[in-house]
T-cell receptor, first 114, second 111 residues
Framework: DADVTQTPRNRITKTGKRIMLECSQTKGHDRMYWYRQDPGLGLQLIYYSFDVKDINKGEISDGYSVSRQAQAKFSLSLESAIPNQTALYFC?????????????FGPGTRLTVL | KQEVTQIPAALSVPEGENLVLNCSFTDSAIYNLQWFRQDPGKGLTSLLLIQSSQREQTSGRLNASLDKSSGRSTLYIAASQPGDSATYLCAVETSGSRLTFGEGTQLTVNP
């Protein structure tokens, strides 16, 4: 079984709809992240969380919100989706390991906003 | 603001060739550098992580080096195979466990 799972894997929605993307992990990591990937732009950090009570904005948080329901679950919401939020979304996890902080990624959610 | 650049953007080589992918970053105050592989439409697979105090890491046919002072890293792939075809991304970790990614090098290994 995958260590980091994302649901749904694909989603098509309409402008103005509320969308929630979910991420779960079985790695026991305390840190979780949401990124989006656009062609030609690489990955950009949306939000990150170091534990259940610690949530931080990343580079491009406008239009997004997150919820860390438990150590193993981190959800990303688009309150009112717009077409330029069409992208590939990745969840990642990590744990501090003596100076290293290797991040492990989920399979991604492809979101299309019409 | 940290910026990460990967050269070349795309590379096509015949099977069996040794190759080098390049990554440069503008701010040398990094905690570590991580190389990933991404297959089309798929997630990222971590290949190697080099801590800031290290010079290189090896895993099988892969060897990654880090020269923090000059802001450079290379990923060396020995005896390339068609199964190595993918996009390779490098990312540097700065304060707050934040990764800054390059745009990737798309590698094609031809049989």
């Amino acid at each position: 079984d995958a260590d980091v799972t994302q649901t749904p894997r694909n989603r098509i929605t309409k402008t103005g709809k509320r969308i929630m993307l979910e991420c779960s992990q079985t790695k026991g990591h305390d840190r979780m992240y949401w990124y989006r990937q656009d062609p030609g732009l690489g990955l950009q950090l949306i939000y990150y969380s170091f534990d259940v009570k610690d949530i931080n904005k990343g580079e491009i948080s406008d239009g997004y919100s997150v919820s860390r329901q438990a150590q193993a679950k981190f959800s990303l919401s688009l309150e009112s989706a717009i077409p330029n939020q069409t992208a590939l979304y990745f969840c990642a996890t990590s744990a501090e390991r003596g100076g290293g902080n290797e991040q492990f990624f989920g399979p991604g959610t492809r979101l299309t906003v019409l | 603001k940290q910026e990460v650049t990967q050269i070349p953007a795309a590379l096509s080589v015949p099977e069996g060739e040794n190759l080098v992918l390049n990554c440069s970053f503008t701010d040398s105050a990094i905690y570590n550098l991580q190389w990933f592989r991404q297959d089309p439409g798929k997630g990222l697979t971590s290949l190697l992580l080099i801590q800031s105090s290290q010079r290189e890491q090896t895993s099988g046919r892969l060897n990654a080096s880090l020269d923090k002072s000059s802001g450079r890293s290379t990923l060396y792939i020995a005896a390339s195979q068609p199964g190595d075809s993918a996009t390779y991304l490098c990312a540097v970790e700065t304060s707050g466990s934040r990764l800054t990614f390059g745009e990737g090098t798309q590698l094609t290994v031809n049989p």
